[in-house]
């Protein structure tokens, strides 16, 4: 299954850069988060279908993402690290979501099923302090009663890129664990304490997959189609909740984007009995002032296309599309804000 989801994946992206190599002035190039990547290579794929229009989107990681576009490079940065308001206009950039998931621990332990382990915020923080080192530690035991844990070691496996999935699973470690807030923090560019590292979405699900004991963290398109065994995690009411869309639709419902500077917003550990406590939007990043009104157009175009024509890809791939109301937000930022020449470059309909 992850085989063909890989090779869905490398279809979305071959099919954009042989877009992009067409020298087409009307392509579109982008670069940044994986946690996004399966659904815009779909988007991509069904846009050119469309329009005729190509992507060619360069999945590196929200921290390159970030970079090629203060650098020029690209025409869209993609980071699932929201950059705040002063970041933003200190580089003449402005930033809106897109959709929103999950970020998901995912464990490799023989004889365990998905959903079958149940982990706490601060017991998961302990893990990858490196403070609990075997599976069948009384902590993670007590938690597990009826659940054969095998005495094996714990393998950490994170990520080792510059990555808005790390800010988002490193700041949800900050807030329910006071250790790792104080010696680690959150971060897109971590210093580890123990573990190894794997680049990408798709390197922390490979290592995972072939280390015997380990644990890591991914976005949910990533565990779903792997097969991977996820664990429970206990959200702020208490409760041990799955990851899915629901639940990430749970922790999103109270978002206040209309209030929030930049669009700066957070969706962890959110109240509600079904919030999966990991839940996160991922960002478009573009220039305020554009260099030419032709491409700063096209990349709205796509997006804007995405928000009427997108949501069920998104769906089907285990995204959260965003409110109504909040796409409507969003359109109304644009004609304000992106210009070239001192001119909108999209026209609110």
Do not use: C
């Not at 067409?22 to 815009?40: C, E, H, M, V």
């Not at 380990?214 to 990851?243: C, D, H, R």
Request: no cysteine.
């Amino acid at each position: 299954m992850f085989k063909n989801f890989v090779a869905t994946l490398s279809a979305g992206l071959i099919l954009a850069t042989g877009a992009a190599s067409a020298a087409n002035a009307a392509d579109i190039s982008g670069a940044g988060a994986t946690f996004p990547a399966p659904l815009y290579a779909k988007w991509a794929e069904i846009y050119k279908k469309t329009t005729g229009v190509g992507l060619n989107y360069q999945a590196i990681g929200s921290g390159g993402g970030i970079k090629q576009i203060k650098a020029k490079t690209v025409d869209f940065g993609a980071s699932d690290k929201p950059l705040k308001l002063a970041e933003l206009n200190a580089a003449g950039l402005y930033q809106f979501p897109t959709v929103m998931g999950g970020v998901v621990p995912i464990v490799n332990l023989p004889g365990v099923k998905p959903g079958q382990i149940k982990l706490t915020g601060a017991l998961l923080g302990d893990i990858f302090l490196g403070k609990i080192r075997k599976w069948n530690d009384p902590r993670i035991a007590g938690l597990n009663r009826g659940v054969k844990l095998p005495p094996l070691p714990i393998t950490v496996v994170h990520r080792s890129d510059g990555s808005g999935t790390s800010f988002l699973f490193t700041t949800y470690l900050s807030m329910k664990n006071p250790g790792w807030a104080k010696g680690v923090g959150a971060s897109d560019a971590v210093s580890w304490p123990t573990g190894i590292g794997g680049k990408g979405n798709d390197g922390v699900s490979a290592f995972v997959k072939q280390t015997m004991g380990s644990i890591g963290y991914v976005e949910y398109a990533y565990a779903k189609q792997n097969k991977a065994t996820f664990v429970l995690l206990q959200n702020m009411a208490g409760q041990f909740v799955a990851p899915g869309a629901a639940n990430f639709a749970a922790a999103a419902a109270g978002a206040q984007w209309s209030k929030a500077p930049g669009n700066y917003v957070l969706l962890l550990d959110q109240a509600g009995p079904k919030s999966w406590p990991i839940t996160g939007a991922t960002f478009v990043l573009v220039y305020k002032a554009q260099a030419d009104a032709a491409t700063g157009a096209g990349v709205l175009k796509f997006f804007d296309w995405a928000y009427k024509g997108g949501d069920a890809a998104a769906a089907q791939l285990d995204y959260v599309p965003l409110p109504a109301p909040v796409k409507a937000l969003v359109r109304k930022q644009w004609a304000a804000t992106v210009k070239a020449g001192g001119r909108p470059v999209y026209v609110s309909k």
